[in-house]
C-alpha cells in the first residue's frame, strides 16, 4: 500500500515514525471529560415510562442495546447520576473493568445513565469519536494498556491510564477519510469472519447429526425397524436390544478426600466435543473427589444443556457434578459416551432436571431410567468406528474455519494499527 511521502520521528520507540503532518499527543488533549459510571448500585425497577435505562458492561456485548434486557432505575435517581456523567449523542462508550475494550459510540437519543464499570469519553472537536474507536482497536493501545497485548490479563483499565493513552493524530478531515476507509475494510473482513463462523455452526450441527442418526437408527438405511415403544426415541432397528441405562452401565460413586494428580472440573470439559480444555494437573479442589478409571463416561448432571460428557483417557478423579458411568459387558465404551452425548439424551435429560439457579438431573430418578436401544457389540464397534471418522473430518475443518478466523482478526487487527498510525496513506484510496 502508499506510504505519505514524508515522516519524522514521533519521539516513541514503539511507535516509531508518523506522517509529517500528524502529532503525537495524549488522549486528555483531546477530550472535553474522561469520567466512569455510577459508583454505588441504583434502586433497579420495571421497566415502564418513568424507569430510565441503566447501562452495564454486560449491555455492550451484543451489536445492538437491547432495550428488553438491560436495568432499569427511577428517573429521580437518572437526574441526579447525570449530574456528574451525562451521556450524549456522539460520546463513547468504554468499558474498564471486567471484559475491558468494548466500546459503544453513541447515537442514538434515549436518555441512559451507565455504571462505575463503564467509561464515558466527550470529545473534543480535534478529535473524531470513531477515529479514536479504530485507535482503540489497534495494537498500539494494547501496547500502552494491556502490556502483555492480552485485553482478557487485565480486570480493571483505570481512568488516569485511559486519560494518559499516547494518539497519533492527523487533522479531523483525513480522521474522517481514515474512519471511511476502516469502515468499509473492517466490513468486509467482518464479513468474511461472520460466514466462517456460520460455516463452523453448520459443521457443528452436521457433527450433532451424525451421532444421533448413527446411535439411535444405525448405519443401514434399510434396516428394517421396530416400534421402541418410548415416544422421544421412536423406531430403532428391529434387531437391537432396549434396555434401562442402569441395566447397561454402573454408576461408580467411589470418592476420595485424596486428591489424584488428574481431576477434571466442568470447565475442563469443552461442551459438545468432550475435549480436555485447561490443564487438569493444575486444579486444585477442596472436598471429596470423584474417582474414574480410563475409559469411563463423565456426564455432567449440573446444567446438562451444556452437554459436558466425556470418555477419559486415564485414571483420576472428577467433581461432584460429573456421574462417573462405567460400561458393562452390553456396551462398549465409547458407543456409551457416543450414546450420553447424543443430542436425543442430552434434551431429555435436560427437561428433567429440578432447581432453577442451578438445575440438575438425577440419577436414581431419571437418568437410570432412560431407555436405550443398542446392537451387538460388534455392531457398535462399526458405529462408532464411523462415527469417529466422520467426526475426525468434520473436526479438521472446524479447525481449519478457526484458524482461518483468527488470521482475519490479526489481518484486521495490523490493518487498523498500520492505517491510524500513518503507517500507510488511504487518503486517495477508492472504495468500492
Request: net charge negative; with cysteine; charged share 25%.
Amino acid at each position: 500500500m502508499k506510504k505519505y511521502d514524508n515522516y519524522k520521528d514521533s519521539g516513541i520507540d514503539w511507535i516509531g515514525n508518523i506522517p509529517s503532518g500528524w502529532s503525537c499527543t495524549k488522549l486528555k488533549f483531546h477530550t472535553k471529560k474522561i469520567i466512569d459510571g455510577a459508583h454505588f448500585t441504583p434502586t433497579y425497577i420495571e421497566k415502564s415510562k418513568d424507569s430510565i435505562p441503566f447501562l452495564r458492561v454486560t449491555d455492550l456485548h451484543s451489536k445492538e442495546i437491547l432495550l428488553d434486557e438491560v436495568k432499569y432505575i427511577p428517573l429521580s435517581e437518572h437526574q441526579e447520576l447525570i449530574k456528574r456523567c451525562n451521556p450524549e449523542i456522539g460520546d463513547l462508550l468504554l468499558s474498564k473493568n471486567g471484559t475491558i475494550g468494548l466500546m459503544k459510540i453513541i447515537d442514538w437519543d434515549w436518555e441512559f445513565s451507565i455504571f462505575v464499570s463503564l467509561c464515558l469519553l466527550k470529545f473534543e472537536k480535534t478529535l473524531l469519536n470513531k477515529f479514536f474507536y479504530y485507535f482503540f482497536e489497534s495494537n498500539i493501545v494494547d501496547r500502552q494498556l494491556f502490556e502483555s497485548s492480552q485485553k482478557t490479563s487485565v480486570s480493571n483499565l483505570h481512568l488516569e491510564k485511559i486519560k494518559e493513552l499516547r494518539l497519533t493524530l492527523p487533522s479531523i478531515n483525513e480522521q474522517l477519510n481514515i474512519s471511511n476507509y476502516l469502515d468499509h475494510k473492517t466490513a468486509q473482513i467482518d464479513t468474511l469472519i461472520a460466514k466462517k463462523e456460520q460455516f463452523i455452526s453448520l459443521l457443528q450441527e452436521e457433527r450433532t447429526v451424525v451421532i444421533n442418526q448413527a446411535v439411535t437408527k444405525g448405519l443401514d438405511p434399510k434396516v428394517k425397524m421396530k416400534d421402541s415403544g418410548i415416544e422421544w426415541l421412536g423406531e430403532i432397528p428391529e434387531h437391537w436390544e432396549l434396555k434401562k441405562l442402569k441395566y447397561l452401565c454402573q454408576i461408580i460413586s467411589e470418592k476420595s478426600s485424596d486428591k489424584p494428580d488428574y481431576v477434571l472440573a466442568l470447565e475442563n470439559i469443552k461442551s459438545w466435543t468432550g475435549e480436555i480444555v485447561g490443564n487438569p494437573y493444575e486444579n486444585k479442589m477442596e472436598g471429596d473427589v470423584n474417582l474414574f478409571k480410563e475409559n469411563d463416561i463423565l456426564f455432567n448432571k449440573l446444567r446438562p444443556y451444556l452437554a459436558k460428557v466425556i470418555k477419559t483417557e486415564t485414571d483420576g478423579g472428577c467433581v461432584g457434578e460429573l456421574l462417573v458411568l462405567r460400561a458393562n459387558h452390553f456396551l462398549t465404551p465409547t458407543f456409551l459416551y457416543y450414546r450420553m452425548i447424543s443430542e436425543a439424551i442430552i434434551t431429555i435429560v435436560d427437561n428433567s432436571t429440578y432447581g432453577t439457579k442451578m438445575p440438575r438431573a438425577s440419577w436414581d430418578k431419571f437418568i437410570s431410567l432412560i431407555g436405550v436401544g443398542f446392537p451387538t457389540i460388534d455392531e457398535q464397534n462399526q458405529i462408532t468406528n464411523y462415527i469417529s471418522r466422520k467426526i475426525s473430518d468434520i473436526s479438521s475443518l472446524i479447525s481449519k474455519a478457526e484458524q482461518e478466523i483468527e488470521l482475519l482478526k490479526e489481518y484486521k487487527t495490523a490493518l487498523i494499527s498500520e492505517v491510524v498510525t500513518g503507517k500507510v496513506d488511504v487518503r486517495d484510496v477508492i472504495l468500492n
